[in-house]
């Protein structure tokens, strides 16, 4: 097989930035699963043009514009059969299922189902927020019993789905979970999803800001998470807490929990990503009666769907020669359909009067103000991220080069403030580059004979992310936590650098603010 | 509720600290270099001892002082990091509060604040960044999960 040459390429998060609008409410879950998913994109290797995401309908679907891949925004429900197709025809492509408690456990429930009893090549994301939030707050199939929405307005009187249990009846070869407010494990569980041959199962447990907004409080709480989740590690003793003190012990078949001061470590259960009855219990413990179960509970390497059927077609072939599919079509009995007379057309009459004068009960005054949850009191805190602007933060003054100045004068004068990043500029003093102390140790320090015959446009980076000093600082914190970025510089309208921040004014600043209270 | 009360509350060892670079004394400036990128690391930790085990931290060597010690001084790639390293530096334990952790950094004026156990074990670098990574994470609604451009508006609607 021929290499094509964009495979060589070392990617970056942004080739996988589309120019889409993204079109999810502020404070989305959506957003946290979108950056971890561009972020380990370019890890996995694979090329751009042989990655495809396909969707459903509901939120979550949305997700295929926001991926500068190919991407297919399908029928409600039938990613998965899509995907089935796509990933048949064209072995050599990397095919994601994004998907939703709705969409994949209702609607399509059955598509997913046989998608991973198959074992076809996919990657399955769920976004699990038990909630229809696209029609706007009804309960789903993983809403808990007693969840008041607008469809179950006296609470739901229905036993919900466990989707690892799902995944496991399909017998799935791998099987994850993971949660939107943990980014560093959400990021390294894509990964392993990515990693697995055959169908991958990932439940996302992902926080609907407007219509569930209080269903992951207690996992995702970063002060207590740690004391909730169970972090899964193959081979590893199923240990946490955020001491790391309590463990898993099983009492016949029934985990339970334990505390380290009481129990030796030979009687805490060790995990085995292969074993299938393990699955099961790790699926079962359900959160608040354990700690919820997060990371790999499965993976198994089995032969999948695309290569089994593949074989079957070459040894068709083989005994049998290519087939032709015009004889194949006319080789079945055959009928003409014949156009009939048309029949007179049914008379339909909507009544709509009908719905006009029905009586409206008792019950939707009775239970409204159940539904209308009022909304959680802010932190001062809280309303400081947002409604604090960097400009409150009174960056200092940039200190800017020219893109000619030499590597020794851009040195000397780094010294000179004792400052770790200077901002580099063009003839019209816009921002073209930045260039910091670690560009030094990384390029320069060692790396670079004659100081003063180089320039700082060759060892800068290019086009470096800037913000607005009218955007909050929530905004910089996101891009700082993200992306990892230790300044970020602040430009005007023209693109002219008026300041720039780093952790440490942020963090500073945050660590003063309501002290006085 | 303030950042300070979070902040007193949550260990080090609670925090998502910092690698680091690791060499031993008497490495060569050039080849504490060539460590450090190999290993993405901006803080290299200079010790003494063989054993993985039961090192001994003597100084800390960061990219500060690669920009004041090293880039543009004559002959310093083959001397020692001992000649450009901070000898013993300020270090915190996992079990101090990352309040203490801040206003340590503060006082002494350090951004890189070596986290070692009781028994010496090297567990980490404290920074600013760990603190972002927690508010990132304590608070997701405000924080992670933000409209990417915030001057992009959608400019029909749009179903699905």
Known sequence: MSTVATEEIKLTRKDFVSDQTVRWCPGCGDYSILAQMQRILPETGVAKEKTVFISGIGCASRFPYYMNTYGIHSIHGRAPALATGLAIANPDLTVWVITGDGDGLSIGGNHLLHAIRRNVNLNIVLFNNRIYGLTKGQYSPTSRPGTVTKSSPMGSTEQPLNPIAVALAAEATFVARSIDSHPQHLAATLERTAEHQGASFLEIYQNCVIFNPNEWTDLSDRRNRDDSILYLEHGKHMIFGKDRDKGIRLNGFTPEVVSLDEVDLDEILVHDATSRPLASILGSMEFPDYPAAMGVIRDVRKPDYTGELMAQVETAQAQRGKGDLNQLYLAADLWTVEEREETEAREITPSSSDFDEMPITGLDEEYIDEMETPAEVLSDFQDLLVTSTLAALEPNVPITMGMRSSLARTIRQMNRHNIGCVLVTDEEDRLVGIFTEWDVLNRVAGLVDDLAQQRISDYMTRDPMSLKDDLPIAHALNLMSLHGFRHLPLVDDNGQPTGIISFRDVVGYLNEALEEE | ?160
């Open chain 2, 1 to 160: 509720m303030n950042l300070q009360t979070d902040l007193k509350s949550e260990h080090v060892s609670h925090l998502v600290v910092s690698g680091f670079a690791q060499v031993p004394a008497g490495t060569p400036v050039r080849d504490t270099l060539a460590r450090m990128r190999a290993d993405r690391r901006v803080v290299c930790l200079v010790v003494d001892g063989e054993e993985p085990a039961a090192v001994q931290l003597v100084g800390i060597f960061t990219e500060r002082d690669v920009m004041r010690k090293v880039v543009d001084v004559p002959g310093m790639l083959d001397r020692p990091v001992d000649e450009a390293m901070t000898l013993d530096p300020i270090t915190i334990g996992p079990d101090a509060s990352a309040a203490d952790a801040l206003r340590l950094m503060d006082e002494h004026h350090v951004r890189n604040l070596p986290v070692v156990d009781g028994t010496g074990k090297l567990l980490g670098i404290m920074t600013h960044q760990a603190i972002i990574q927690f508010l990132a994470d304590r608070y997701p609604v405000e924080v992670l999960n933000r409209p990417i451009d915030p001057e992009q508006f959608p400019r029909k609607a749009e179903g699905g």
